[in-house]
């Protein structure tokens, strides 16, 4: 191998690397964003109902899986701000293979908390939308429209974190080889 076949393979190389580094920086930074505002929307969803003549709340705060959905969305989104941090700061000194495979086992780790909350709020949320009648549980968004919209909204919102925490979990380990 001549030496310009060597240079151009470093120049190749290190701008791979900074591609890398400037994809993972954006997609944790829209992961982010996207966990923060389910965790908002779920946070504050709560609708109040008069039905057949007494007042009944729904709150998301009344369901564990919920509460099990919001806390998963907050923590990844803390994690996603660190990550990000780490990486603006360390930059390209960080991108070697090693550190790529702790990225990769960090982003595997965040990908399945949030998938468990995903499924944990999708799981109740079909109960409230079409009710169990194996156990008798009524359907409960007929009378909280509102509540179940916004639940909806911040569960599309984790669904589209999770994509993107896939597509860096790929990025991780292919680059850790």
């Known amino acids: 191998m001549d030496s310009t076949t060597e240079a151009k393979n470093i120049h190749n190389s290190t701008k791979t690397h900074k591609i890398c580094l400037v994809a993972q920086i954006c997609l944790r930074f829209l992961a982010s964003v996207a966990t923060l505002s389910a965790a908002w929307i779920m946070l504050t969803s709560k609708q ?29 989104c803390a994690c996603s701000v660190l990550s990000s941090f780490f990486l ?17 086992l960090h982003d595997l780790i965040m990908t399945t908390l949030l998938m468990a909350g995903c499924a944990a ?9 079409n009710g169990n009648s194996h156990t008798g549980w009524m359907p409960i968004c007929d009378h909280f429209g509102k509540f179940c919209r916004r639940v909806t909204i911040s569960v599309a919102l984790s669904y589209f974190s999770v994509i993107l925490y896939l597509v860096l979990t790929i990025i991780s380990a292919n680059s850790s080889r």
């Open 48 to 76: 109040t109902v008069a039905v057949f003549g007494i007042v009944v709340d729904a709150r998301y705060s009344y369901s564990t899986a919920f509460k099990f959905f919001a806390y998963a969305n907050i923590i990844v």
């Open 88 to 104: 603006l700061v360390a930059g390209y000194k960080f991108l070697a293979a090693k550190n790529y495979f702790s990225l990769f």
């Open 121 to 129: 709020a999708t799981a109740i949320g079909y109960v409230g939308q």
